[in-house]
Every structure is written in C-alpha cells, then in structure tokens.
C-alpha cells in the first residue's frame, strides 16, 4: 500500500518561510516523479512544484519561481518542498503527490496516482 505523508506546514508571517516533508512508503520511491501541489479556499487544486526521479529536472508554476525549491533524497525517500518569502496568497492546504511515471506531464494532477492527506499553509499578512 502507497502511502505518502507530508509534514512541515504551519502559520507564518509574510516574508516567512517553511519547509514541507513528504515521507513515501510502500512503491519504488526513486522511478517516480513527485510533485506539490496547493488547494486554498473554493479554488481548484494547482500544481506547485514536480521533481524527476532523479531529480535532475525541476518544475514550477510561475508564481513561486525563485521563493520555493523542491528536492528530493531517494535514500530517505522524501520529498521536500523550501518555501521562501512566503505570502499571503500563498495560503492553502498543500499536497505531495506520486507520478505514475518517472518523468512526463509532471504539471497535471492527472498524471498523479497517489496523494497525501495535505498539510495546511497559513501565510498572514
């Protein structure tokens, strides 16, 4: 059974910054991709971030180009998602997600055939 659980996320001023942990079992961690992706208030689920398996190509939505950085360490088998100078529009609930594939259309949550339970970001300004 694939289970996949995030850690890290909290309440933080603007400019602020948190770190989120994603911990996966139960498939082989490092021939999938991974990715983030946020759902805040009557808006729809959108994609934040996707890391090849090896990670050697990452991917961002534009607004969080340059503040967020997403890794990953195949040997622990998480996935970590550094958010920097954090606003207010950045609030939501935030969830790892596992790719079908190694690599591919990381950007849809189509591609993604395990999620997490989400962890809620609260960015107050």
């Known amino acids: 059974q694939v289970r996949l659980v995030e850690s890290g996320g909290g309440l933080v001023q603007a400019g602020g910054s948190l770190r989120l942990s994603c911990a996966a079992s139960?498939?082989?961690?490092?021939?999938?991709?991974m990715g983030w992706f946020r759902q805040a208030p009557g808006k729809e689920r959108e994609f934040v971030a996707a890391i090849t398996w090896s990670g050697g190509s990452t991917y961002y939505t534009d607004s969080v180009k340059g503040r967020f950085t997403i890794s990953r360490d195949n040997n622990k088998n998480t996935v970590d998602l550094q958010m920097n100078s954090l606003k207010p529009e950045d609030t939501a609930v935030y969830y790892c997600?596992?790719?079908?594939?190694?690599?591919?259309?990381?950007?849809?949550?189509?591609?993604?055939?395990?999620w997490g339970q989400g962890t809620q970001v609260t960015v107050s300004s």
């Open positions: 997600a596992s790719h079908s594939r190694a690599s591919g259309s990381v950007w849809s949550p189509v591609g993604y055939d395990y």
């Open positions: 139960g498939r082989t961690f490092s021939t999938h991709a």
